[in-house]
């Protein structure tokens, strides 16, 4: 076992608001912008790109968003749900791995 | 930055902040400050808690180390904005300039302690690979690092995952090597609250 330490709890705080509070992006919506999972054209070109090769985003990618009915603070919220997202898979699969490995020690 | 919102998106004590904060570094503000000022109760405010808790807070890390973990795990991701912004920044903290291009041209031969190498191994097959398994947990842990360690610098990871990523989609503007050391003595003194 690892304890929950400062760290991960304001992690998870932000995880929190990004995904549950108040956004002019709709909670299923962001859901998905962070799930990388379930996004239709041309968000999926580019929230695939934030999630698994940022710096490939190009100005063309927010252009189509735009041009799709998406506004400003709508792309900021799910571009930072896509980011926060892929993040967690990173920090999830860390600390799962650590787990793993300490598993079986001492006072666990 | 490619978001209009980003750039000009915010009321009249930002906008007077940004421009004291220009008249007293000499520099304009960079992206990244910027970013977490706009609609800060959405991903400002907690964004830069964790970010404080992850690089400044409680760990046997040292600032110095953890800088360069950002800067590491920033060259994984190719993120320009943040490798000039972390590595100055390590620089700095160390006072040491080899050490960490060393780190950045060749993990391997660098002249770091074995924990440090070992952990910074790990971050990078995790950030360019998206996993890593017991056993390369074991080995970080072999090289005498601790799980609250392990732990520790998984939150760093965590922390410029995010940031590598908004920095590039949203466009940060890369700072001269002048804008970078000031903001690596921002950060040194202040952190990031």
């Given at each position: 076992m690892l304890s929950e330490d400062n760290k991960r709890a304001a992690y998870r705080a932000l995880q929190d608001r990004i995904l549950n509070?108040?956004?002019?992006?709709?909670p299923e919506q962001r859901a998905r912008a962070f799930g990388n999972d379930g996004l239709s054209p041309p968000l999926d070109e580019l929230l695939g790109k934030v999630a698994a090769?940022?710096?490939?985003?190009?100005d063309a990618d927010f252009a189509a968003a735009r041009a799709a009915g998406f506004s400003e603070d709508q792309l900021f919220e799910l571009v930072i749900c896509a980011a926060v997202g892929q993040s967690t898979r990173l920090y999830d699969a860390g600390l799962a791995a650590l787990a793993e490995a300490v598993a079986g020690e001492e006072d666990g | 930055m490619r978001l209009e919102v980003l750039n000009r998106g915010y009321g009249p004590v930002t906008k007077l902040l940004f421009a004291l904060i220009r008249l007293f570094?000499?520099?304009?503000?960079?992206d990244a400050a910027k970013l977490v000022f706009y609609?800060?109760?959405?991903?400002g405010a907690r964004a830069k808690r964790f970010t404080h808790e992850a690089?400044?807070?409680?760990?046997?890390?040292p600032a110095g180390d953890r800088e360069l973990m950002a800067a590491y795990v920033s060259q994984a991701n190719e993120c320009a904005f943040c490798i000039g912004a972390h590595s100055a920044t390590a620089r700095r903290a160390y006072q040491d300039g080899p050490k960490v291009a060393a780190v950045l041209a060749d993990l391997e031969s660098a002249p770091v302690p074995g924990g440090l190498r070992a952990t910074l191994r790990m971050l990078g097959k995790l950030t360019r690979e998206g996993k890593v398994d017991a056993e390369d947990m074991r080995q970080v842990l072999s090289a005498g690092v601790s799980r609250q360690q392990v732990q520790d610098a998984l939150a760093v990871c965590a922390a410029f995952n995010t940031t590598n990523r908004l920095a590039d989609a949203f466009g940060f503007e890369v700072l001269s090597p002048e804008g970078f050391e000031a903001g690596a003595k921002y950060l040194l003194k202040r952190g990031y609250r």
């Amino acid at each position: 076992m690892l304890s929950e330490d400062n760290k991960r709890a304001a992690y998870r705080a932000l995880q929190d608001r990004i995904l549950n509070g108040e956004g002019s992006a709709s909670p299923e919506q962001r859901a998905r912008a962070f799930g990388n999972d379930g996004l239709s054209p041309p968000l999926d070109e580019l929230l695939g790109k934030v999630a698994a090769r940022p710096v490939q985003v190009t100005d063309a990618d927010f252009a189509a968003a735009r041009a799709a009915g998406f506004s400003e603070d709508q792309l900021f919220e799910l571009v930072i749900c896509a980011a926060v997202g892929q993040s967690t898979r990173l920090y999830d699969a860390g600390l799962a791995a650590l787990a793993e490995a300490v598993a079986g020690e001492e006072d666990g | 930055m490619r978001l209009e919102v980003l750039n000009r998106g915010y009321g009249p004590v930002t906008k007077l902040l940004f421009a004291l904060i220009r008249l007293f570094s000499g520099y304009p503000v960079p992206d990244a400050a910027k970013l977490v000022f706009y609609r800060p109760d959405f991903y400002g405010a907690r964004a830069k808690r964790f970010t404080h808790e992850a690089m400044r807070g409680p760990s046997a890390w040292p600032a110095g180390d953890r800088e360069l973990m950002a800067a590491y795990v920033s060259q994984a991701n190719e993120c320009a904005f943040c490798i000039g912004a972390h590595s100055a920044t390590a620089r700095r903290a160390y006072q040491d300039g080899p050490k960490v291009a060393a780190v950045l041209a060749d993990l391997e031969s660098a002249p770091v302690p074995g924990g440090l190498r070992a952990t910074l191994r790990m971050l990078g097959k995790l950030t360019r690979e998206g996993k890593v398994d017991a056993e390369d947990m074991r080995q970080v842990l072999s090289a005498g690092v601790s799980r609250q360690q392990v732990q520790d610098a998984l939150a760093v990871c965590a922390a410029f995952n995010t940031t590598n990523r908004l920095a590039d989609a949203f466009g940060f503007e890369v700072l001269s090597p002048e804008g970078f050391e000031a903001g690596a003595k921002y950060l040194l003194k202040r952190g990031y609250r």
